[in-house]
């Protein structure tokens, strides 16, 4: 089993990615969905801990590009840790918002102008998170950043044309195509769910009303 499957099969079964159709989940930007996804719970998983900190450090060849790590507040810090360990890298982190008192920085840790920085989160939904810590990295820190490492993402194109316009590429362990494969395969899903969830990703702000649930 490769590893977007045997990690998308620990998110399942971990009960970090759950599906439901009544009820459904909502947002915080109000979105009515059939998915919510929580990866805080793999951080006490160990054997999935180490297996998705050994996929992060598979997904590059040459890591001297790489100047520091940097993790997204807070669910990115602990998988940013644990990568920079194995990888011998740096690590920082970036605040979802500046601090509003001292230096009222959003960088915590060393980071140089010039320095090339890798940003580890943890999941992707619309990019907006992500984008805002890399617009941060560039432009308090001074550094350059061009990649993003996930563990999961929904695929949704919203994110897509933020990380097009950000200029910068974004490569995942696992993705919401392939749990539901990975959910269909274990039975928590049958065929036409899963064609009926796959949708959701097109369109998800419409997505419950086209498909009255």
């Not at 977007?4 to 079964?13: E, I, K, V």
């Not at 490492?149 to 949704?156: D, K, R, V």
């Not at 044309?161 to 950000?166: G, I, K, M, N, W």
Request: charged share 20%; aromatic share 6%.
């Amino acid at each position: 089993m490769d590893s977007a499957h045997s990690t998308a099969q620990a998110l399942l079964d971990s009960g970090a990615f759950k599906i439901s159709l009544d009820p459904l989940f909502t947002w915080t930007s109000g979105i009515r969905s059939p998915v919510y996804c929580d990866l805080r719970a793999l951080i006490s998983d160990v054997a999935a801990r180490r297996a998705i900190v050994a996929a992060f450090a598979a997904m590059k060849t040459d890591w001297s590009g790489v100047d520091v790590i940097a993790g997204t507040a807070t669910a990115g810090i602990p998988w940013a840790a644990w990568l920079a360990e194995v990888v011998g890298l740096p690590m920082i982190y970036i605040r979802g918002a500046a601090k509003e008192h001292g230096t009222k920085k959003r960088i915590e840790g060393t980071l140089k102008p010039g320095q090339r920085v890798l940003l580890i989160e943890d999941h992707i939904s619309t990019g907006g998170s992500s984008v805002s810590a890399v617009e941060a990295l560039r432009e308090e820190g001074g550094a350059v950043v061009d990649e993003i490492l996930a563990i999961n993402t929904y695929q949704l194109q919203k994110a897509d044309a933020l990380f097009a316009d950000a200029k910068v590429a974004v490569q995942t362990i696992t993705n919401y195509t392939t749990i539901l494969s990975v959910a269909k395969e274990l039975g928590l899903i049958q065929a036409d769910r899963e064609t009926m969830l796959a949708k959701f990703r097109e369109g998800p702000a419409t997505w419950a009303a086209e498909q009255g649930v």
